[in-house]
């Protein structure tokens, strides 16, 4: 569908006009869903510019704004020599450096059309709200819809063609999933741990930072056992013939250090392949710039990890409904019972994280909580709506630095790398999801088990990338180190999906308060702000009195 048309000559008229009416267009047919109109109107500009450099003004130029499904484009098109406008050297371009300085480089894509040079301009469009919870959730209905239709085909057909069919297809798809998610670990842990080298320039302020957000994953973890323990999900011997549990923790260590750089990747051993990855890290943040060329590689190659698991999480519907007619076809659902205990861990453990995260803050910073809370309530209602710690960065950004007076510089540094890092309730989940479908699939989970889930959970919680779907993405490398069965996968990502909602805002919740305890600490907290503050308390209560 065109919404917006137009054939001129350019002048500097016309350029005006066209952008701005094109934006109004776009922000029109697009509602809800337009992005800022930034980037949009100085990309429209700088192609027209272009356009009348190369081809000049004898010929008319047309502008199109067309809507497709799935997207919005502007196609430009003029008659002319036939050449790139895209080849130009941007160098020279004032607005593709004020769009690059602004990170809003722009894409384009040329093509000839019968003399024609058209260019294409793609519009930004925000993601819609919940799009993937909502395919998940069809997904699954539609394996059920498919599982009641399967009883009415022949036995013969179902055994023969349905089941295999469906088996295979979802076999496939999992081993997609478990492929990327050992490199895309991988890549995470050495980015993240050469990320540090910038705390080295923060000194002790940034160092105090990662240790209290380390040790909120010792405190969600001891939450989770708490919770777990007591509904009999584990063993209280090892699973193990003829073993014992201390023989084997001691297995489990030894374990965990690989023989070679080469066969943890080979065998996909998740335990080594993080071992290696934590290795690497330090050796290369030791050596500093003598290894540039080694990093980049390892950030360009952590990058393509990333953008191609996004492009496969993209999938996940899809997963879900042939694992979960898979489940349903072969029988194994008889204790969907057991999955209440997943939602009543995490949010058990979750709750118990963010009382003692307040306890402690409200202990170290001397501060009342209805001081606190109410300036957190703009960033959480964000994080609640849209469940991602993202969109609610600013109004986190402002409560730490108005309303609590955190210096701009520390929260500058500690917000986004909580954001990156700060995964604790994100822990809990992963941990009880897994926990709880190995003992459905294995009938028992021995304390071995236990601690295997424990440590890779944080782990691949820190690893996870910030992109939907992440953290199902990971879930196979959870799967493997636990002995879990792979059919109950889309189980996971169904409960994942649900609850999952919740933790990015918890997260985001406890994350502040860590951020305030550390500047307390450090004493990075404005001395006015401080006086100002109290001085309004004490005023609030004369009035109360």
Known sequence: MIFFQDTKRLTNEVIDSWSENAVKAYQKIAGKRAESTVKLRLSIEELLLRFRDLYGT?????????????????????????????ETDPETSLSYNLLAKLNLNPHYAYRQNRSLNVVTIPAPLKKRKNAM??????????SVVTWQVSGLLPKAVLDDYMIPLVSGLFTKLSAVFSALATPLVFCAVITGINGIGDVSSFGKLGGRLLKRMMASYGISMLALLAIGLPMGLVSPTSSASGGNVFGDLLELVLDIIPGNLVEPFRIDNALQVIVIAVFVGVIMLGL???????????????????????????LLPLFVYLGFTNLLLSGKLSELGGVSKIVIICLGASAITVAVTTVRTLIVTKRSFKELFPAQLPALMINLTTSSQVSALPESMKCCKQKWGIDEKFVNFGMPLGIVIY?????IMLGAIVWVLTYMSAGSVDPITLVKLVFVSVIVAIA??????????????????????????????????????LMPALNGYCMQLELLMSAHKSGCIKKDHTAETDSETKAMEENRN
Do not use: H, W
């Open 423 to 427: 995964m604790p309730c994100g822990a």
């Open 464 to 501: 996870a990338p910030p992109i939907p779907g992440s953290a199902f993405a990971v879930l196979p490398i959870m799967f493997s180190a636990c002995g879990t069965d792979l059919s109950m996968m889309p189980l996971a990502v169904i409960i994942g999906s649900t609850v999952g909602y």
């Open 58 to 86: 004898e010929e008319p130029c047309s502008i199109k704004g067309i809507r497709r499904l799935g997207g919005i484009s502007f196609e430009l098109s003029q008659r002319g020599t036939p050449q790139n406008p895209l």
């Open 288 to 314: 500093g710039d003598k290894v540039d060329r080694l990093r980049t590689f390892i950030d360009e190659a952590g990058t393509l990890v990333n953008r191609l698991m996004m492009a496969v999480c993209k």
């Open 133 to 142: 919870l909502i395919g998940i959730l069809v997904a699954a209905v539609l």
